[in-house]
């Protein structure tokens, strides 16, 4: 797990010839939030040459700062784990002068790869598409809301407004806050390439191109962090909590997703539109979707966000370009052939959420798995498919419930994941009523 200090010499200096003397490292934990540390390069080989000690609860603290029991935890006296800098990661961040940012691979204190890290999840899933000749490719889409203080200590809606969906300029963002990020995202390797308002006031959605799922998974982890850092910089909130709101929508994160063969070819297309494997693979996201609703939908408030007439899925089905279904088929074929996850809410942590819909795919593909006949019509009819969990509770019973998906991600981490949501459900229980915003909007 240690790092060439040639290499990391090496890059000392040309960090150095940029104009770069900090080095931000940074990792996911369960809930997808950064935990990092800023090195200063003139330190930098002896600083990350065996990699940088955090202690490994660090995974199960809370947005409100709990720390929650988990093996190898709080229990186990607080031991560390190593985050080791993955320099192919390694990017300048325009908006911080002077400040790079690289993500880690986290690795137990004995070198052995940390299971709990999600980002080691979801390469144990990519890998086993490598081992089946696929090479797993996700485009992601996410929604986000940016608020603005009240004058009252609070917050309220950024650009106050009805009917604005899919404007640009000042209609729907009166002081074009969005073309600033677009711009300033553009510069940090994300690969973003478009934005718009999205249906509710002060809803936004920025889309990033396609690539390698754990790439995918990168840029998606960088562009929910960089988006609060820089609403934060206006003095507004940015907010990817999937219902912060009861009169206004969710917010979505949609996952493109497609796979190349050995030859570099869609695997998911065929000369008469779909593939037998992309079948194979919807049937599999069908088979296993209230497991992988505790992934994509991870937050007791991920739940208010589903229903009839959200434009979320409410229902375990698929269609062909029919955005009521769970899984959209777009009508782009050949090169273009994907599907189109719409489970997953805003809240999700990237790799995970990614992880997810990758496993419950590959063991459809395994079991050679056929899809029910597509949704026809508005996706709403409970007597044409079966309800998507309504709890999170619900959707974490059938996590644990679900042993070929969790072998698949791996059981310590699912195992440590179910400790963490069920705590996380004691205590909303135990907390007054706006625990909701105040435990998401902030930190999600």
């Known amino acids: 797990m240690f790092l060439d200090p040639a290499r990391l010499a090496e890059t000392a200096e040309q960090l150095t010839a940029r104009g770069i003397d900090v080095l931000r490292v940074g990792y996911a934990d369960l809930t997808g939030a950064e935990r990092g540390r800023d090195l200063l390069v003139t330190h930098l080989p002896r600083a990350a040459a065996g990699g940088v000690a955090f202690c490994k609860s660090v995974f199960a603290t809370s947005p409100m700062g709990d720390v929650v029991p988990i093996d190898g935890g709080i229990g186990d006296g607080l031991p560390d784990v190593i985050a080791v800098p993955d320099l192919d990661t390694l990017h300048d961040v325009p908006w911080e002068e002077g400040v790079a940012h690289v993500i880690a691979d986290i690795h137990d204190a004995d070198g052995s790869v940390c299971e709990t890290s999600p980002r080691n999840v979801l390469k144990r899933v990519v890998d086993a598409f490598h081992a089946l000749g696929l090479n797993p490719v996700v485009g992601p889409e996410l929604e986000f809301y940016v608020l603005e203080p009240d004058g009252a200590g609070g917050w309220r809606r950024y650009g106050e407004a009805t009917g604005n969906v899919y404007v640009t300029g000042r209609k729907g963002d009166p002081q074009n806050i969005l073309i600033r990020k677009l711009r300033q995202l553009d510069g940090y390797g994300l690969d973003v390439v478009a934005a718009n308002h999205e249906f509710s006031s002060g809803q936004f959605e920025i889309n990033l191109w396609h690539s390698a799922a754990l790439d995918a998974a990168d840029r998606a982890f960088r562009f929910k962090t960089a988006v609060k850092e820089l609403s934060r910089m206006e003095d507004r909130l940015a907010t990817f909590m999937a219902k912060p709101f009861n009169d206004e929508g969710g917010s979505g994160f949609h996952l493109h997703f497609s796979a190349l063969d050995q030859q570099g070819g869609n695997a998911f297309a065929s000369a008469d539109g779909l593939s037998k494997l992309a079948e194979s693979a919807i049937a599999g996201i069908i088979a296993h979707a209230p497991a992988l609703a505790a992934l994509n939908n991870p937050t007791v408030n991920s739940y208010k966000r589903f229903g009839p007439d959200t434009l979320a899925p409410w229902l375990i089905d698929w269609g062909l370009d029919n955005r009521s279904a769970m899984i959209r088929i777009p009508p782009e074929r050949g090169g273009a052939t994907r599907l189109e996850l719409r489970l997953g809410d805003a809240t999700a942590n990237p790799y995970l959420a990614i992880a ?65 949501k069920r705590n996380e459900l004691e205590r909303f229980h135990r907390h007054v009523t706006d625990w909701e915003f105040r435990e998401y909007s902030y930190h999600l």
Do not use: C, N
Not at 376 to 391: I, N, T
């Open 356 to 420: 997810g819909m990758l496993a419950a795919a590959l063991l459809g593909i395994r079991d050679a798995l056929a899809p029910p006949a597509p949704l026809a019509g508005y996706g709403y009819d409970r007597s044409k498919a079966e309800l998507l969990p309504q709890h999170l509770g619900t959707a974490l019973d059938a996590l644990e419930a679900d042993t070929d998906f969790g072998t698949l991600l791996g059981p310590q981490f699912v195992k440590t994941f179910l400790d963490y």
